[in-house]
């Protein structure tokens, strides 16, 4: 904070102003505030402009080796797992989902504790 003794000034009307350095500072005060919200606005026009931009672009690619197709195909499904019994498990399970069971605490504990025992 700056402190001066700068005398006061007079009026139009002869007559002293002791507010005009605090209105010369709100004055300023608000120049920078409306200044600082200027670019403010600006920063967030840019960044929208941006982000529109980069959706626009199109989606993210992943091109896989043969090698890793491979291996995913491997892990999608369980050792001693037939196609058939996948496919009637996933179908099972989206049952269960769109009835809402899936989600029970008993459900949820057994697979924190797989999670946990590392199974």
Do not use: W, Y
């Not at 002869?14 to 605090?22: C, E």
């Not at 300023?28 to 409306?34: F, G, N, P």
């Amino acid at each position: 904070m700056e402190i001066r003794n700068d005398p006061p000034t007079r009026g139009p009307h002869g007559r002293l102003d002791f507010t005009k350095p605090n209105r010369v500072g709100i004055e300023k005060s608000v120049e920078h505030a409306e200044h600082v919200r200027e670019l403010r606005r600006q920063e967030a026009k840019e960044l929208e402009q941006e982000t529109e931009a980069s959706s626009s672009r199109g989606s993210d690619r992943i091109d896989l080796s043969p090698q890793a197709k491979m291996l995913a195909e491997e892990g999608s499904v369980l050792p001693g797992e037939t196609p058939e019994a996948r496919a009637e498990r996933v179908a099972d399970l989206r049952t269960a989902f769109e009835a809402g069971t899936l989600n029970t605490p008993e459900l949820v504990e057994r697979a924190a504790e797989g999670l946990l025992s590392g199974n």
